[in-house]
């Protein structure tokens, strides 16, 4: 790999687009003088202005990093970002658009240095925070762990009014907020952030095939979205939110009252570290038009839940979903009660005793201090994320059938087009996957 290292600075330094430093030395980055980024020239696939990170390059933050409306950032595969100052704990803030090219041979990370490490929600960085004319995000390939910073008066975040109005609140791993922009999120690994991992308020988007692991340290939900948006989420891994792996609402609403179609997603062991009335799988609330179908859930807190007061959209549809419970407790905060907002579809199919129903997974064996309510990160709380589990289905297994497959998508056929993507990728229109009958984001392997 090439040992290029970039030290990133505040936007002033940005728009002067010096030449990039080079450092053969093979030394662990930092302390290096700050430098910038290579712009797109002649000969090159990216608009002039363009800012590039270079393939198996490492870029190290030493200060907050803005893409300037008007511009693009293109990140390429296998480019290392690292946040390496504590105290201002870095955050990348996208006025414009950015698009981050990973491959599956050849991610993109977005980490810490390593002493910063050894707590996974260490928050010694932000996350990705778009301003609210950006026109488009895209990240394909792409870890982004250990974010979830607090803001300080310095933040770029507040500085921009993006987000939070106040400092000391902690800013999400992926933040995007304009109602006319578009968002793809593929193939992704958000781990170890220690606020919610996507908090969406605008646009379309599609975030399918991705996972998402241990999210939030007191608080914070996996996908979170709000108005103004047209979503498809499907065939992701929720694993330990904190709070919920989905909260929808249309808190905000201005315009567009958002429409989330989300299918055949597995979510495992998510809410038991939030104590309270939300702390689940999914939660709906404030007119929500959701789809949900085909959605595995596995040991969560509670099953599908809303808001008595402010309940979803009516033409909401909330089956056929598979949940499946170890645990007595379990079972009991899974069934239809209309007093604590839990709700049961017709069609689902689901544990009636603990253990009953076990979807199979091909290699992963629950915890044996399982408590879901044990409401914080002690005894008891989801077990650390192992690599070595694997959520595909075995053969035999009852949630291989019974999914529903004759409903449409928002991005089925006409897709989301990336105008800044025209002619660096082979395809720049993305278009939803088709559903599967069975239920969860693997099937039989």
């Known amino acids: 790999m090439k040992r290029k290292f970039f030290s990133v600075f505040a936007v002033a330094a940005l728009l002067s687009l010096a030449a990039c430093s080079e450092d053969n030395s093979g030394e662990e980055p930092g302390g290096q003088e700050p430098g910038t980024e290579e712009p797109g020239g002649e000969g090159s696939v990216y608009p002039a202005s363009a800012i590039v990170w270079g393939k198996d390059s490492t870029v190290v933050l030493t200060d907050h990093f803005v893409v300037p409306e008007g511009q693009s950032l293109y990140v390429e595969e296998g480019v290392t970002v690292v946040s390496n100052n504590t105290t201002v704990k870095p955050e990348i803030v996208v006025l414009g658009s950015m698009y981050c090219l990973g491959t599956r041979e050849n991610p993109i990370t977005f980490t810490v240095e390593e002493g910063s490490k050894g ?109 103004e948006c047209t979503v498809d989420a499907a065939y992701n891994l929720i694993y330990d939110a904190n709070t919920n792996g989905f909260k929808l609402s249309n808190t905000d609403l201005q315009n567009k009252a ?50 008595t007061e402010l309940p979803e959209d009516t033409r909401s549809v909330i089956t056929p979903n598979f949940y499946f419970a170890s645990t007595e407790d379990g079972v009991k905060q899974m069934q239809a009660d209309e007093v604590k907002g839990i ?4 069609n689902d199919k689901r544990s009636a005793t603990a253990g009953d129903n076990d979807p199979m997974f091909v290699n992963f064996t629950q915890q044996s201090d399982i408590n879901i309510n044990v409401g914080s990160n002690e005894a008891g709380a989801p077990a650390a994320w192992s690599n070595s589990w694997n959520f595909h289905l075995k053969a035999g297994s009852p949630a291989l059938t019974g999914g529903k497959t004759d409903f449409t998508p928002n991005f089925a056929s006409a897709g989301i087009t990336m105008q800044g993507l025209a002619g660096i990728v082979e395809n720049n229109t993305f278009t939803s996957p088709a559903p599967s009958e069975y239920f969860g984001a693997f099937g039989q392997e």
Not at 273 to 301: F, Q, T, V
């Open 258 to 307: 958002t429409h989330i179609v989300a299918y055949n997603n597995t979510l495992v062991n998510d809410g038991w570290r939030r104590p309270g009335i939300k702390g689940g799988s999914i939660w709906l609330e404030e007119n929500i038009y959701a789809e949900l179908y085909n959605n595995l859930i596995y040991d969560c807190r509670w099953g599908l839940k809303h808001d």
């Open 343 to 346: 709700l049961v579809g017709a």
């Open 119 to 227: 707590d996974r929600f260490s928050r010694n960085w932000g996350g990705i925070i778009c301003g609210f004319n950006c026109p488009e995000l895209y990240l394909n390939y792409v870890t982004i762990e250990y974010g979830g910073a607090q803001t300080s008066a310095g933040s770029q975040s507040y500085i921009n009014h993006l987000f939070k109005s106040e400092t000391g609140e902690g800013v999400p791993a992926v933040h995007f907020c304009n109602p006319a922009g578009r968002m793809i999120i593929t193939n992704c690994t958000l781990m170890n952030n220690a606020e919610d991992q996507i908090y969406i308020t605008g646009g379309e988007s599609i975030v399918a095939h991705n996972r998402f692991i241990s999210n939030g340290y007191d608080g914070g939900d996996a996908i979170n979205y709000k108005s």
